[in-house]
């Protein structure tokens, strides 16, 4: 987790958008939490996805074409991409009729596993922001 926290300060993204080291802490273990005990789809995986945005970010120079908050956006997204993954692809989970694909084949979304994904990470994200918002308000 040392290592996920470094790629926010190498790239300067703690100082230019006034990120607090202590909450984004708290952040990645908030993540690191979010994430399954599965075979691949899991923390490490996770970690490898977000080490190679950062190695691409600096390796295509996107620090001189984007903004820090776009530089922002793409390593969150490559670090939440797979939460709650339950490691399973989209075929079993249609065959299988599990939950997750009841309720997106009800409402008719393609690719409803990545979907599944991105709002469980979502309602994470904003779990995490208004409980430190609480805290900062009540102490």
């Keep these: 987790m040392v290592l996920m926290r470094w790629m926010f300060i190498e790239l300067g993204l703690d100082a230019s958008l006034h990120i607090d080291l202590d909450v984004l802490d708290d952040w990645i273990c908030a993540i690191y939490r979010g994430y399954l005990p599965v075979p691949f789809h899991n923390y490490y995986h996770c970690f490898s996805v977000a080490q190679m945005t950062y190695a691409f970010i600096w390796m295509l120079q996107l620090k001189n074409s984007l903004e820090d908050l776009d530089i922002l956006a793409l390593l969150v997204a490559a670090i939440c991409h797979d939460m709650n ?55």
């Excluded at 399973?88 to 393609?110: D, E, H, K, Y």
């Excluded at 904003?126 to 609480?134: L, S």
């Design 85 to 139: 993954h339950p490691g399973l692809n989209n075929t079993f989970q249609a065959r299988s009729v599990s939950l997750p694909s009841i309720g997106c084949m009800m409402i008719g979304r393609v690719g409803w596993l990545v979907g599944s994904f991105v709002t469980f990470a979502h309602g994470r994200l904003q779990d995490f922001f208004q409980e430190r918002a609480v805290a900062a308000t009540s102490g």
